[in-house]
């Protein structure tokens, strides 16, 4: 059973468009939403995270959404660069125990 | 800060062999992580160590794959014996602990023929 759901498996966007992902999860137990970005031949890296008590965090280009309510959460990549390009994985997990659940990833390319 | 060291970075072997693959994580690092990244998916955690007890295995495939992470530092994660559904990227990660920030190493490929 997929604990997170993510969409869309790929993403074709201009140079300075906004790049949009979502995801979905059903634990109600999950309490740590972070974002990775993977490049070919590398290791997921940590790019924003949050927690269920806002809605929002936005760290440079890059803007979580939150939605409680609707167990939902999304990445904004505003002016999206082709250097983004790469693959995204958001996750989630119950902090407590620390096991990271991952979407499928969507793979976004920018072209210029 | 040096990250988290993998070896080796590539490996073929044929359906059947034994495979080893070695963490190192980032110094002082108490959480442990392996997971499974098959081609096109998302990582999947295998095992989590807390110092060098076993938090989490309920998705290792025990009757192939065993873990161990002697002395709460280095890890090696073993296939015995593989098979053609074990080709993946074999991921370590380590956090300060389980609220910590998880950091990835680069991965081992591996690719049974």
């Known amino acids: 059973q997929q604990q997170v759901k993510q969409s869309p498996q790929s993403l074709i966007v201009q140079k300075g468009g906004i790049s949009i992902i979502n995801c979905a999860y059903e634990n109600t137990a999950f309490d740590y939403f972070p974002w990775y970005q993977q490049f070919p031949g590398k290791g997921p890296a940590l790019l924003i995270a949050i927690r269920p008590d806002v809605s929002e965090k936005k760290e440079g280009r890059f803007t979580i959404s939150f939605n409680k309510s609707a167990k939902q959460f999304s990445l904004h990549i505003m002016d999206s660069q082709p250097g983004d390009s790469a693959t995204y994985f958001c996750?989630?997990?119950?902090?407590?125990?620390?096991?990271?659940?991952f979407g499928r990833g969507t793979q976004l390319t920018v072209w210029p | 800060e040096a990250g988290v060291a993998q070896s080796p970075r590539y490996k073929i072997i044929e359906k059947r062999q034994s495979v080893a693959f070695w963490c190192n994580p980032i110094?002082?690092?108490?959480?442990l992580y392996w997971y499974q990244q098959i081609l096109g998916q998302g990582p999947k955690l295998l095992i989590q160590?807390?110092?060098?007890?076993?938090?989490?295995d309920s998705q290792l495939p025990k009757d192939r794959f065993s873990a161990e992470r002697l002395k709460g530092v280095d890890s090696t994660l073993k296939i015995q014996p593989a098979k053609l559904e074990d080709s993946a990227v074999y991921l370590c990660a380590s956090s300060s602990d389980t609220l910590g920030e998880q950091y990835f190493g680069p991965g081992t490929r591996l690719t049974v023929t």
């Open positions: 160590f807390q110092n060098n007890g076993v938090v989490d």
């Open positions: 110094s002082g690092h108490a959480t």
């Open positions: 996750a989630a997990s119950d902090m407590s125990l620390g096991r990271l659940y």
